[in-house]
């Protein structure tokens, strides 16, 4: 896509949702224009880290998981390529969560989950950090209420350039569905990404990424209706019961009852 019709739909799919209250906020406008303009017209590459810690003493990183988005490399691909990077603290591994925070840190939907010392894997992630930034577009920095990360990063002896920006998808999601409800899950399931098994740092980096990608791309964004109003969706009228807490820790899809197939017919069409 030619750089000037890049700009030319972000301008265009702004103006069909300025309607949106939270829109009116100059900031919001604003915040959500310039994640466009760096996401949709591929500018920048993306890098997303996620940390796990554990849940008895946030002291203790357990986990972390990386996924590069490189898009002077895939110009023009009909899929991203994001490479994902999954570690697991050697000192740590004892020390594991579900009691508060669930456990998945098994469960890493990539390939392969590595086992380094805290020491190595600092190394690792600031070797990463450090190629990115002698590249000509440097990076941006990608997560999701990315502030604890941030500081688990720092407390570990990463640096960080000073320079460096980040696109945080909370705020993102924020500008135009409000702060409430605005958890990773949440905003995975509005933007109707399909995930599995968060509270992993791998597959949290990975999703987030996705999400980043999905909420700064004015195209997608329509073909989802993600700025539609969900209360006006014909098949969320008809939802034959609420999911048991049993259902929703295991994370099983809604149910509806659909009894006439042009009601779901409209629905995929619209």
Not at 4 to 24: P, Q, R
Not at 39 to 48: D, E, G
Request: net charge negative; glycine share 6%.
């Amino acid at each position: 896509m030619a750089d000037v019709n890049s700009i030319d739909e972000i301008e265009s799919y702004l103006s069909s949702i300025s309607g949106n209250s939270l829109l009116k906020d100059p900031r919001n406008y604003n915040f959500l224009k310039n994640a466009m303009d760096i996401v949709f017209r591929q500018r920048k590459t993306l890098l997303c880290f996620d940390i796990e810690a554990w849940e008895l003493n946030n002291g203790f990183v357990t986990e972390i998981g990386m996924a590069a988005y490189v898009p002077a490399k895939q110009r023009g691909a009909l899929i991203p390529v994001i490479k994902m990077v999954h570690i697991l603290i050697k000192e740590h591994m004892s020390r594991r969560n579900g009691r508060y925070v669930a456990n998945h840190s098994d469960q890493f939907n990539g390939k392969i989950s590595y086992v380094m010392t805290q020491n190595e894997a600092v190394r690792f992630v600031q070797s990463i950090l450090d190629h990115y930034y002698s590249q000509e577009d440097k990076y941006y920095l990608v997560g999701h209420g990315h502030q604890g990360d941030l500081s688990w990063l720092v407390s570990m002896g990463i640096h960080i350039p000073d320079d460096i920006q980040w696109l945080d998808t909370q705020s993102i999601y924020s500008t135009t569905h409000g702060k409430k409800g605005a958890s990773l899950t949440n905003a995975l399931r509005q933007a109707e990404i399909p995930h599995a098994l968060l509270h992993n740092a791998g597959n949290d980096a990975y999703y987030t990424l996705l999400l980043a990608l999905r909420l700064s791309d004015p195209i997608s964004r329509a073909l989802t209706h993600l700025d539609r109003p969900r209360d006006n969706d014909v098949v969320q009228s008809t939802t034959v019961e609420g999911k048991s807490k049993k259902a929703k820790k295991l994370g099983l899809s809604d149910l509806f009852e659909i009894n006439d197939a042009d009601a779901l017919l409209y629905a995929y069409f619209n």
